[in-house]
T-cell receptor, first 116, second 114 residues
Framework: DADVTQTPRNRITKTGKRIMLECSQTKGHDRMYWYRQDPGLGLRLIYY???????NKGEISDGYSVSRQAQAKFSLSLESAIPNQTALYFC???????????????FGPGTRLTVL | GQQLNQSPQSMFIQEGEDVSMNCTSSSIFNTWLWYKQDPGEGPVLLIALYKAGELTSNGRLTAQFGITRKDSFLNISASIPSDVGIYFC??????????????FGKGTLLTVNP
């Protein structure tokens, strides 16, 4: 079974709709992240969470919100979807992030979101 | 924000050839990571580097952490068709960012002709 899972894998929605993307992990990691990938722009950080009570904005958080329901679950919501939010969305996890080994981030398979 | 310059943007090679790609930054990093992304999938970690000058191999892949801590390269030897994909470098920590944040390059698209 995959360590980091995302649902749904594909979603088509209309402008103005509220959408939730879900991420679950079995790696036992404390830290979870949401990224967006656009062609030619690489991966950009939307939100991150160091534990259940900790939520932080990344570089492109406008138009998005998150919820860390448990150590293993981190969901991303688009309150009112717009076409320029069409992208690939990835969840990632990492360990405590101490200096040296443990900083690596592990990615889920992604959700392809299309906003019409 | 921090920038990583990854080159080349794309490569078309014949099966059996060796491949080299690199990332450079104006900032120093404490960790360099190399990922591969297959179509329709998430990035998969290939190699992690933690010390300046470190040279690490993973099968046919070899990566090095530049001595200045501002660059890294990835080599693939004797390429095979399943090497096709997008390769990303990522830097973490140092003056380039904090221990949690990864700064990604824009990727190198590798195509291998059988």
């Amino acid at each position: 079974d995959a360590d980091v899972t995302q649902t749904p894998r594909n979603r088509i929605t209309k402008t103005g709709k509220r959408i939730m993307l879900e991420c679950s992990q079995t790696k036992g990691h404390d830290r979870m992240y949401w990224y967006r990938q656009d062609p030619g722009l690489g991966l950009r950080l939307i939100y991150y969470s160091f534990d259940v009570k900790d939520i932080n904005k990344g570089e492109i958080s406008d138009g998005y919100s998150v919820s860390r329901q448990a150590q293993a679950k981190f969901s991303l919501s688009l309150e009112s979807a717009i076409p320029n939010q069409t992208a690939l969305y990835f969840c990632a996890t990492s360990d405590l992030g101490l200096a040296g080994a443990g900083n690596e981030q592990f990615f889920g398979p992604g959700t392809r979101l299309t906003v019409l | 924000g921090q920038q990583l310059n990854q080159s080349p943007q794309s490569m078309f090679i014949q099966e059996g050839e060796d491949v080299s790609m690199n990332c450079t930054s104006s900032s120093i990093f404490n960790t360099w990571l190399w990922y591969k992304q297959d179509p329709g999938e998430g990035p998969v970690l290939l190699i992690a580097l933690y010390k300046a000058g470190e040279l690490t191999s993973n099968g046919r892949l070899t990566a090095q952490f530049g001595i200045t801590r501002k660059d890294s390269f990835l080599n693939i030897s004797a390429s095979i068709p399943s090497d096709v994909g997008i390769y990303f470098c990522a830097g973490q920590g140092g003056s380039g960012g904090s221990n949690y944040k990864l700064t990604f390059g824009k990727g190198t698209l590798l195509t291998v002709n059988p």
